[in-house]
């Protein structure tokens, strides 16, 4: 089949497309899907690199990519909750930068969901979801969500706005307008942000919620009263330097069972259009190295999708 590969730590130019891969073999409790689309994180340049080994153990030759969509191929033994031809997004085990690829969390693609849209949802779905779970910010209270308009981010501004959470969201200047079509209170990067989210919410904001990373932990803390702030109220998904603060780095799937469960919610959401994801560019899964060195430069705007 054809896929992805690397064999060492590294840039972009580790990645090689290679055909001669072979087709994943499932086992007991796994199902093998043909991908129609996978999505491109942050975390899959991040585990090339090699700078997320203590969650994500890599194991040479390594396939990228954890999210995806497409039809099961193929169920292992004791498989009972889904069928040979079922559609299908979920979490890869061997990677999802290829044809085929194996799975033991999928649930069902709504009809009328793309397959491009379906492969967007599970890492920032999931990752959105567990986080606010984890601050905890109750209806009416309110959360700085820093990085408001990457993918994670905007699914988080929504899934917080429908629970009656007002957000204040950092991004760059271009992208205000779509935080406010997403129902945040935009603020810009940069020197001086403190100081404008106190001017959004005077009245303080009750958690911060850091997506985008870039040393934004100090002003976490600051925001939440400095040296006497509840650091259980920030959670971080992109500074690693989180334990030296002692705040929470966020960066492992939850309880299966209340993961299914989520992306079920999710993908039912978003094929009612009540739940979007803005698609930046799909490219063939030849171009991967492209799409991780895009993703690595940060000014992508929106998800970017692989096609097999």
Do not use: C
């Not at 033991?104 to 999931?126: D, F, M, N, Q, Y």
């Not at 271009?174 to 079509?181: G, K, M, P, V």
């Not at 259980?232 to 492992?252: C, N, Q």
């Amino acid at each position: 089949m054809e896929a992805t590969v690397y064999e060492e730590f590294g840039g972009p130019e580790v990645l090689r497309h290679e055909t001669g891969v072979a087709v994943p073999v499932p086992g007991p409790g796994e199902v093998r899907v043909k991908v129609a689309a996978a999505g491109v994180n942050p975390v899959d340049w991040k585990r090339r690199r090699g700078w997320v080994e203590a969650f994500y153990p890599t194991t040479f030759p390594a396939v990228p990519g954890l999210e995806f969509a497409g039809t099961v191929d193929a169920v292992g033994a004791g498989v009972t909750h889904v069928a040979v031809g079922d559609e299908v997004l979920g979490w890869t085990e061997t990677g999802a930068y290829a044809q085929y690829a194996l799975a033991g969390i999928v649930v069902p693609k709504p009809r009328g969901l793309s397959w491009e849209t379906a492969a967007s949802l599970p890492v920032a779905g999931e990752t959105a979801q567990r986080v606010l779970g984890l601050l905890g910010v109750e209806a009416g209270g309110t959360l700085f969500l820093h990085g408001a308009a990457g993918v994670v981010g905007s699914v988080a501004t929504q899934l917080a706005v429908a629970a009656g959470i007002r957000v204040v969201g950092s991004a760059s200047e271009s992208n205000h307008a779509y935080l406010r079509e997403l129902g945040a209170v935009p603020v810009a990067y940069g020197e001086g942000l403190a100081d404008r989210v106190r001017a959004a919410s005077p009245e303080g904001v009750d958690a911060v919620f850091d997506a985008a990373g870039h040393g934004v932990l100090p002003v976490a803390i600051e925001l939440l009263g400095g040296d006497a702030a509840p650091k259980e109220r920030i959670v971080t998904i992109a500074d690693t330097e989180a334990e030296r603060y002692g705040i929470v780095f966020s960066g492992l799937l939850g309880d299966p069972d209340a993961v299914r469960a989520g992306l079920v919610a999710q993908a039912a959401l978003a094929a009612e259009g009540r739940l979007t994801v803005r698609l930046a560019e799909v490219l063939p899964l030849k171009e991967a190295s492209r799409a991780q060195e895009s993703s690595e430069s940060g000014h992508v705007r929106g998800k970017l999708v692989l096609i097999p």
